[in-house]
């Protein structure tokens, strides 16, 4: 049974941090590409950023380039979202999303809300 189970979301005041962590099971983790989405209220689901199956080719959204990070751990099955420098604008439901040829993943979500 395939799952990916996300973490680490809650209420951050502007300018915090928050990580993200998404657990993978079920597949062959090492072998998708991974990805974290989000979708605030009234909008549509856009991509924040992704990471090759081996980690070396990593792309952002350019809203938060400079302020996240994303990273995987294969030996865990684990990819991680490191959210710096937090602005309202980030509020939004974060999704993991695992990716190969005809195969698409997804998590959950959790919900990232920034405000003072």
């Known amino acids: 049974q395939v799952q990916l189970v996300e973490s680490g979301g809650g209420l951050m005041q502007p300018g915090g941090s928050l990580r993200l962590s998404c657990a993978a099971s079920?597949?062959?983790?090492?072998?998708?590409?991974l990805r974290w989405l989000r979708q605030a209220p009234g909008k549509e689901r856009e991509l924040v950023a992704s990471?090759?199956?081996?980690?070396?080719?990593?792309t952002y959204a350019d809203s938060v380039k400079g302020r996240f990070t994303i990273s995987r751990d294969n030996a865990k099955s684990t990819v991680y979202l490191q959210m710096n420098s937090l602005k309202s604008e980030d509020t939004a439901v974060y999704y993991c999303?695992?990716?190969?040829?005809?195969?698409?993943?997804w998590g959950q979500g959790t919900q990232v809300t920034v405000s003072s």
């Open positions: 079920g597949f062959s983790f090492s072998t998708y590409v």
């Open positions: 999303n695992a990716l190969k040829s005809r195969d698409n993943y």
């Open positions: 990471i090759s199956t081996s980690g070396g080719i990593i």
